[in-house]
């Protein structure tokens, strides 16, 4: 598996402005992640804080998988906003999956914020012993 993306890059359509409402500003940013490979496969944990099951979209296709994301930042009904640098952050990350991998048995599971995929190995690609016989 190779990642595939920058460390972080703006949006170049961040900053969008209507007549009707204030100018918003939206980053995509590159979550961090932690991939741990065994003889069973691959776990990836990737850092996605603020983002609900609703607004996250994982998608593997011709050995890529992509990762992306709206967090949903709240504003408290009796504050009122006096500066904001990212409102809603968007995450995108994608990452090549090597064809040793079997992308059609790919698990997700996100809680608190932590995205958990888990990408087995097929089985003629995990290592197996070979049992050696004396004559």
Request: glycine share 2%.
């Amino acid at each position: 598996m190779s990642d595939t993306t920058e460390l972080s890059r703006r949006d170049p359509s961040a900053v969008t402005r209507t007549a009707n409402e204030p100018s918003a500003r939206r980053m995509t940013i590159t979550p961090a992640v932690d991939i741990y490979e065994d003889s069973h496969g691959v776990t990836l944990w990737a850092d996605l804080p603020g983002v609900t099951r609703d607004k996250l979209d994982v998608r593997v296709h011709d050995g890529n998988l992509a990762i992306e994301a709206e967090a949903v930042v709240p504003t408290p009904a009796n504050l009122r906003l006096q500066h904001a640098e990212v409102r809603e952050p968007r995450f995108a990350r994608t990452f090549t999956v090597s064809p040793d991998f079997d992308t059609a048995k790919i698990e997700a599971n996100l809680k608190d914020g932590v995205l958990k995929l888990t990408i087995p190995r097929r089985d003629e690609a995990r290592p197996r012993r070979i049992e050696v016989r004396s004559d």
